[in-house]
């Protein structure tokens, strides 16, 4: 069985009435992907979402370097999503593509902006925006229109994006 290896860094995710809702956390799957990650800082990026009661609801593991890849597991889904780093020159514009039951979702961000927006099929269906880009930081994320995703798998993944793309 691997172990996890927890950088003890766990956000509070809060709802509109600042109630905590779920929680994120950064982690490595082992002891090797944490030294490594200490002088490649985007590498090995793993990212899990638990409820109030600690219960797993989604995870984003980290499954490729030099192409970066992600599998997404959700406690809602049979089988896993595989989220690809699509960026093409990350100066101008970051990308990262999936599908999910017959369903294309693309996140990006232009540079110089503050904004993240999650589209599906080519509809905008979540917009994060971000409070500035010193710490302490917050993102504030709007559901434009209903989304075929569960809430914490579009949270898990807009996280994993912001920090590992």
């Known amino acids: 069985m691997p172990t996890r290896v927890t950088s003890n860094l766990e956000i509070d995710v809060l709802n509109a009435d600042g109630k905590v809702v779920y929680s994120l956390e950064k982690y490595y799957k082992n002891i090797w992907q944490k030294l490594l990650a200490l002088h490649f800082t985007t590498w090995f990026i793993n990212i899990s979402i638990k409820n109030t009661s600690g219960f797993s609801l989604a995870k984003a593991e980290d499954i490729g370097v030099v192409k970066r890849k992600w599998s997404l597991i959700d406690s809602t889904y049979a089988e896993g999503i ?28 232009k540079a110089n902006t503050t904004q993240t927006m999650l589209y599906e099929d080519s509809e905008l269906i979540v917009k994060m925006e971000e409070s500035g880009k010193l710490p302490p930081r917050k993102n504030y994320i709007t559901f434009v ?4 995703l569960p809430e914490p798998a579009v949270i898990c993944i807009l996280h994993l994006f912001e920090i590992g793309i």
């Open 82 to 109: 595989l989220l690809t780093d699509t960026s093409k020159f990350k100066m101008t514009e970051r990308l990262l593509e999936f599908k999910s039951n017959g369903h294309t979702y693309i996140i990006s961000k």
């Open 145 to 148: 229109q209903e989304s075929r």
